[in-house]
């Protein structure tokens, strides 16, 4: 009688004939370790389970379970008596039998895919994809430039806001520095003795677009936040956007186009370091594109930061990261104006609609967040003005007149103003305070850090002049 073959003898003799059939298989345990197969039960009844020989690498990679539940999916076999009166019913569906010599990886997705049809394998459940906002893309050709933009969704300042990626920024700071460049422009446009033509007309066309894409930015914004918006409402929405930036953007580089050629002719008398700064410097000749290519790497938005007036004088720009910084703080003149000893007077008048005619600095948002009253900060200060209000009042007793009230809130107005002036000016003293200029180059940062830390510098040193102002609140 023969010896029963190994495991590895009968993998190399399954290589070299892989027709052989019902090679019969020792039992090695008192219960047929083949018995949880279920061939036994699927295909034979036999008391000695007969594995055919397409299962055994089957059996070897993936385990019995796998043969089993691959039996039990793809046999159509009707259950067999014993004595082998009854017939099958269908014929049986032949297996395929895996190629020995196919790599490694794909014997495993064999293996792997007869599991899951088998139903062995637990699939895992497809994550929930979230809705990907949707993108519009446009161009702006000029004769001197080409530029490729795209609206997109992303996060500024700590929440979703439509940004453009071309430089990038949020869609509110791109329309303030195309407003910002055009007003260079138009300071330059000053200086030669003859003016270029109809410069008041493309001045006015060129604002009202602005302000025509500032409304656009408005109505997409409302889009996106409406709950029910579907992605081609917010698809429609940017490419209504597009289309009124691609106005204002070739309003701009077409001024400059035209200021650069109106330079170059002798016939304007341009100043001659005006002239220097845009010509050659060995020819000599003016370059009529000088300003459409400084336009595209300009950051002159930046010029607004340091203004200094009433907070409803200076202009809101609206999603540009431009903030106004009322100082003193506003939640503190609203305090003090709500003091019983200033009813009547004219802290009422400055204090109406969230302080909209007190004194404001004009800040880029990484430095306002900086400051000494911005967000939470501010609750603070205003609850120490309440505590040592109500300590004074303990303290004068008797001799708490309105008077005396009056004068020591207008100190401590005037004194916390100082202290807002004190610690902006330490905010820009640092390199550290300037993270929204990080994508510019070096060179270029140092330019604007420096010109920014001027303008602050110089408009905190106005906020200090309004120190008079502020001490006619009580009358």
């Known amino acids: 009688m023969p010896r029963d073959l190994t495991a590895f003898e009968r993998g190399v003799l399954l290589s070299s004939a892989p027709r052989l059939r019902d090679w019969p298989i020792k039992r090695e345990v008192p219960i047929s370790a083949h018995r949880d197969l279920g061939v036994r039960s699927a295909l034979t009844r036999a008391d000695l389970p007969l594995l055919p020989d397409a299962l055994v690498p089957l059996q070897a990679l993936a385990g ?77 050709a000029t004769e001197d430039t080409r530029q490729d933009h795209e609206i997109f969704v992303g996060t500024e300042s700590g929440r979703p806001r439509l940004m453009i990626s071309s430089y990038p920024m949020p869609i509110g700071a ?99 370091e005006l002239l220097a700064e845009i010509s050659h410097p060995q020819s000599g000749v003016v370059d009529t594109g000088y300003y459409t290519r400084a336009m595209g790497r300009a950051a002159e938005r930046y010029g607004v930061e340091g203004q200094v007036a009433p907070y409803e004088e200076l202009p809101d ?3 540009s990261d431009f903030e106004r910084d009322h100082q003193p703080h506003n939640d503190l003149i609203e305090a003090v104006s709500e003091v019983p000893e200033f009813a ?20 880029q948002h990484t430095r306002h967040a900086l400051g000494r009253t911005y967000g939470d900060k501010g609750a603070g200060v205003t609850q120490h003005f309440k505590d040592a209000l109500e300590a004074k009042r303990a303290e004068l007793g008797i001799g708490a ?31 550290g305070s300037f993270g ?40």
């Open 64 to 140: 019995n379970a796998a043969v089993q539940r691959l039996i039990e999916a793809r046999s159509t076999l009707a259950p067999l008596q014993r004595n082998g009166d009854e017939k099958p019913t269908a014929p049986v569906r032949p297996f395929k039998t895996p190629d020995l010599g196919r790599s490694r990886e794909r014997r495993h997705a064999f293996i792997a895919k007869a599991r899951k049809e088998a139903g062995e394998l637990n699939v895992r459940k497809a994550r929930v994809k979230v809705a990907e906002q949707p993108k519009y893309r446009f161009t702006v």
């Open 174 to 272: 791109f329309i303030l520095e195309l407003r910002a460049r055009f007003t260079k422009l138009d300071e330059v446009a000053q200086k030669p003795i003859k003016k270029l033509r109809n410069l008041v007309k493309s001045r006015a066309e060129f604002l009202a677009r602005a302000d025509v894409a500032d409304a656009e930015l408005g109505a997409a914004n409302a889009v996106f936040a409406a709950a029910g918006s579907s992605t081609d409402d917010k698809l429609g929405a940017e490419r209504a956007l597009a289309l009124k930036l691609h106005e204002v953007i070739t309003r701009l580089y077409a001024f400059a186009k035209r200021l650069g050629e109106h330079l170059a002719r002798p016939e304007s008398a341009a100043p001659q």
């Open 317 to 319: 720009y609206r999603e």
């Open 344 to 363: 009547g007077k004219k802290i009422e008048l400055v204090a109406a609609g969230r302080t909209q005619k007190g004194w404001a600095i004009m800040l």
């Open 401 to 431: 007149t309105p008077a005396a009230i009056r004068l020591f809130c207008i100190e401590y107005l005037v004194q916390s103003m100082k202290d807002d002036v004190a610690a902006m000016k330490a905010v820009v003293a640092s390199d």
């Open 436 to 475: 929204d200029m990080s994508l510019m180059d070096a060179p270029t940062r140092a330019h604007y850090r420096a010109e920014v830390r001027k303008q602050v510098i110089a408009g905190e040193d106005r906020i200090l002049s309004t120190e008079a102002s502020v001490r006619t609140y009580d009358q």
